[in-house]
């Protein structure tokens, strides 16, 4: 399309389908640049990661997994919005580039056949976002061997037995020596991404880093 057809085609678009802020679903202006309101913008600037003890020790995040937050999480991850995952995945950048020199992102991923459910890993996605502004390669590094009830169904206590053995090492995947940022959407006890920390640290990852999005 030629670029003087860009604002009035926009403008149609916003008319008949409103931009809304990813968070809070405020009305956005139809030349907004990013997918958030002013009042959301500034929350997020306002934010700084924060640490949560989990069983590999601890694991950096960013939202607090509630209320508005909560709604575009879930929405991402279980109702097809697959296009949440650029600015999600963007929220990530000041976190991960504060770490030092990283050798690559990687992420928790989920089983053969919840991505064929799903169509999309949505950690993979929040990690590729991230990645491509930071120039930090993103590599599968491991993969999920069984499928396992979804954490979010089982109770507290038997989120590390359900998890436990279900991710090994991907094929071709050398961490040896790696500095690596492994990244999940969301952390509850931090089961699932300890295991998947553990499978890095056996295979000889000199340090890895846990990141998720929300807690
Ligand atoms: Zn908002």
Redesign the pocket.
């Known amino acids: 399309m030629s670029a003087p057809m860009q604002k009035p085609f926009r403008f149609l678009l916003q008319f008949f389908f409103p931009a809304r802020?990813l968070?809070?679903?405020?009305h956005l202006p139809y030349d907004a640049e990013v997918p958030?309101?002013e009042?959301?913008r500034l929350y997020l600037a306002s934010l700084s990661p924060r640490e949560l003890p989990i069983p590999a020790g601890s694991c950096l995040y960013l939202l607090d997994y509630a209320a508005?937050i909560r709604r575009a999480i879930l929405a991402y991850k279980f109702h097809g919005k697959a296009q949440y995952a650029k600015p999600l995945g963007e929220l990530l950048v000041p976190l991960i580039s504060g770490l030092g020199q990283v050798d690559v992102l990687t992420w928790a991923p989920v089983s053969a056949l919840r991505l064929v459910g799903r169509g999309y890993d949505q950690s993979r996605l929040l990690a590729e976002a991230a990645g491509r502004i930071l120039h930090i390669p993103v590599k599968r590094m491991l993969r999920k061997r069984r499928h396992t009830r979804r954490q979010s169904r089982t109770v507290r206590q038997d989120r590390a037995e359900n998890v436990r053995g279900a991710y090994s090492l991907a094929v071709g995947c050398h961490p040896a020596g790696c500095r690596i940022v492994l990244i999940d959407d969301i952390v509850t006890t931090g089961s699932t991404i300890s295991e998947c920390c553990r499978v890095l640290t056996d295979a000889g990852a000199r340090e890895v880093i846990c990141v998720a999005l929300a807690h």
């Open positions: 802020c968070f809070c679903r405020k958030f309101c009042s959301c508005d």
